[in-house]
């Protein structure tokens, strides 16, 4: 490729059409900004290189020798503060139980929080009783809700991610060439480990959310070997189509309310 000046241009190996960033700091291949990837030690390494990378296991591979408790909290510190170095690096395929078993557990601890506040909100606060003067157990029933929701949080993590991970792993099929649905599942799974700063009273529940998309960008990226493309329309599509159809189930509800009154 020829510069403006007569300069030699380097082109991406493996999108000729395109300018190379920088060259891979294992092979020296001319790679553009997509199809380059930080190693653990921080160096970019092209494609072909990162597929070479030997993938490590996260701690909580290994909780029969650390322990639970100590290997959840070893794995929950890299996903959150470097996620990309984790997931560039971590294991494709493995443990899938595990895995849903390290996000049931930081799911169960991000709904903790909240919802034993919510319990003792409803436990403190104040009784309806009817006309009658017999007391209505509307309290009860809020702490018996709460209470159970707490316990079934877990099991509705895991359902819920094994069905959002199937429409995942079609968005990413559909722009990209995946790995198979242990990947996509496995990422998945991992990337929901900021759900574990629910515990933080009241803000952690809602900053969380935000948190797992980053993740999940990075976990698709790394764990599927994709350009960040692929993975941010994989880890964003399905919650802005479920966005999109509350928010016209909502319009459609409530146009119903203002016509049957006008009727």
């Not at 792993?169 to 496995?186: A, D, Q, V, W, Y």
């Not at 809602?206 to 692929?230: C, D, E, N, S």
Request: proline share 6%; hydrophobic share 50%; with cysteine.
């Amino acid at each position: 490729m020829q510069g403006p000046e007569g300069v030699l241009e380097a082109a991406c190996a493996i999108h000729p059409e395109r300018q190379a960033e920088t060259t891979c700091s294992r092979c020296g291949t001319f790679s553009c900004q997509e199809c380059l990837s930080p190693s653990p030690s921080g160096k970019l390494l092209c494609a072909a290189c990162v597929a070479r990378e030997s993938t490590s296991q996260l701690p909580w591979d290994y909780r029969q020798e650390l322990g639970w408790a100590r290997a959840w909290f070893k794995s929950l510190k890299p996903i959150l503060l470097q996620p990309g170095m984790t997931f560039a690096t971590a294991k494709p395929e493995g443990d899938v139980g595990g895995s849903l078993l390290f996000m049931a557990i930081s799911w169960f601890f991000g709904c903790f929080t909240s919802f034993t506040l919510f319990t003792a909100m409803a436990a403190l606060g104040p009784s309806f009783g009817e006309n009658t003067g017999r007391e209505v157990p509307f309290r009860v029933i809020l702490v018996a809700t709460y209470g159970f929701m707490i316990l079934l949080a877990p099991l509705v993590g895991i359902a819920s991610t094994i069905i959002m991970a199937g429409f995942e792993h079609l968005i990413l099929m559909m722009f990209g060439k995946p790995r198979g649905f242990e990947t996509t599942l496995r990422a998945a799974s991992l990337s929901l480990a900021p759900y574990a700063l629910g515990v933080i009273p009241i803000c952690g529940f809602y900053v969380a959310p935000l948190w797992v998309l980053v993740a999940k960008v990075f976990a698709f990226k790394g764990m599927h070997r994709t350009t960040i493309g692929a993975a941010l329309l994989g880890a964003i599509g399905m919650p802005v189509v479920l966005t999109v159809l509350s928010c016209g189930l909502y319009v459609a509800v409530l146009s119903l309310a203002v016509a049957g009154v006008k009727g």
